[in-house]
């Protein structure tokens, strides 16, 4: 007698086959023959408390494995919500696959239950945005999103799976099993010609920097990166921010950029972040484009005019390999500059070294910072996830970490808990921290929940200022001291929250009693919140 089987035991199965055994999931109607057919699998599902939060997790997990992370959640309003964290992942280039059941085909434009154009809706935000229409070859389908959410650009893909596409059943022997070169994401590499025409510009140019995007913001882009600078002997960042020059993270960035006279863009999209390449960059600096996108290398020579002086298609780290091996017989770069860009990467105002907390009851940004650095850098593994307004970029400008995540070019706050959450699922012993704004902190504080059930700790530190103090400083900074409106917040005990919900958590109102609340916090082995009264500053600006 021949098998039969259904179209959520090919989804389970292509799942198996590619190793993606970790999803992040919220249960819902259409999807519930993918909850019966992953009970005998190797499957582990993570079930969240909205299905953003599955996404966000899903977001983390990729960055940090390179491997799309998975989500699955119901259709119609389970997809609406899971949509609005695409944003964040396409912003920072993430690879993920996002699977929303849907209303069975047969009832299309005709009100079935929960009908929504759900591709169409995932479309803007999302590298590709489907809807599954076969049961036999839906294995096929799902092998290609995971495809293209790692081919070129990596982003989020999103597939709809009508319920009687997942339901239906075909003997096994008719199934379009997919094979591993359907998974499998094709490099664009940079041709020697061109990686050579790269060179030569960088040799002829005084000042030369190499910017990347926010694919290469992860231990391997970091490394190929630092292994670039050195081969080419050009400085090198990663613009990750919507702050851009003015990311706490590059320091003196700006002056760099205002002295640069050409910018190798390395998978960096020419976008708002260089200001369109308006000040601070001088208006004679010229521009290469090499990415994945020919658009976006169109974009910039578009925009740039006679200032663009090369482009073409590769796709980033085989384009940076190329660099470095072409590269091989004399760095053509210039070491002084290099030098000089290093320290201006690394300048911090001066007035730094004597900043003290001296409010009492409430402790300075910079302070909290200092003193979480330790923790942070102990463990080479650790993950720091950097989230929401003023607070957390006092974060970027005192921590570094090879294993960050931030909120990134989208600028969408909020997605921190369940990202550090994602980070467990991947990184089961060293610690992860996430940093956060108490505004930002009510986003998902439900996803606490989501950790303690699934024994995902990790370390939330909140700085509690009682106010949105990103958007109350552009008002007294826009309509003045006295036309601030809205931005006002309590003095909640989002500790106390997080240990209603089964976690640790701890107030802090004195910069003496944090470092032991961290060591506490770790020690508990539980999903924890040091929740840090703090005076309520505008993030720095780092100028010469
Ligand atoms: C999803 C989303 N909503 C709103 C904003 C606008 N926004 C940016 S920062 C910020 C304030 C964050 O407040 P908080 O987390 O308390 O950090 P603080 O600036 O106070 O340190 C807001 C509302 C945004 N960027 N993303
Ligand atoms: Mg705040």
Known sequence: MTTTLRGADI???????????????????????????????KLDLLHVRHEAASVHMADAFGRLTGKPGIAWVTGGPGHANAVAALFTALGQESPLVLLSGHT??????????????????????????????????????????IRIATSG????????????????????????WPTASDFAAEPVSLNDAAADAVLAMIAAAQRPLV???????????????????????????????????????????????????????????????LKFGGAPIDPACRFVSIDPEGALVDRAAHELGARFAFGCVADTNPAGE???????????????????????????????????SNVPGKVHPLDVFRALKPFVEKDPDTVLICDGGEFA???????????????GVAGSIGSSLPMAGGARAVERRAPVFAVMGDGTFGFHMAEIDTAVRCNLPYVAIVGTDCRWNA???????????NRTH??????????????????????VDNLADLPGAVERALASGKPACINVMIESIPSPVVRV
Not at 11 to 20: D, I, K, N, P, S
Not at 21 to 36: A, E, K, V
Not at 118 to 123: D, K, L, S, T
Not at 238 to 243: D, F, K, L, T, Y
């Open 471 to 481: 958007e109350y400083n552009l008002q007294v900074r826009d309509y003045g001291p």
């Open 11 to 41: 989804v389970v199965r292509t799942l198996e086959q590619a190793g993606h055994t970790t999803i992040f999931t919220l249960s819902g109607n259409h999807i519930m023959s993918l909850f019966d057919a992953a009970i005998d699998s």
């Open 104 to 145: 069975e085909t047969d009832q299309l434009g005709r009100g079935g239950f929960q009908e929504l154009r759900q591709a169409e809706m995932a479309a803007p935000v999302s590298k590709a945005s489907w809807m599954a229409a076969d049961t036999a070859t839906v294995g096929l389908e799902l092998a290609k999103a």
């Open 486 to 507: 809205g931005c006002e917040l309590l003095p909640t005990r989002y500790d106390l929250v997080v240990t209603a919900l089964g976690g640790h958590g701890e107030l």
């Open 322 to 356: 190329a660099l470095i091996r072409r590269a091989a017989a004399g760095a053509p770069g210039n070491p002084a500059w290099l030098a000089e860009a290093r320290s201006l990467f690394a300048q911090r105002p001066a007035n730094w070294a004597t900043i003290a």
């Open 393 to 407: 970029q006092w974060g970027q400008s005192v921590l570094s970490n090879d294993r960050r995540m931030i909120n």
């Open 153 to 176: 650009r990596p982003g989020p893909v999103h597939l709809s799976l009508p319920s009687d596409v997942l339901d239906a059943t075909v003997p096994e022997d008719a199934v379009a």
């Open 211 to 273: 910017i990347a995007g926010p694919q290469l913001a992860n231990r391997s882009g970091r490394n190929l990166l630092s292994r670039l600078e050195a081969a080419l002997s050009v400085p090198t960042a990663i613009m990750e921010s919507p702050r851009g020059f003015n990311d706490a993270t590059l320091g003196a960035f700006a002056e760099i950029a205002r002295r640069a006279d050409l910018i190798v863009l390395l998978g960096k999209a020419f976008d708002f972040t």
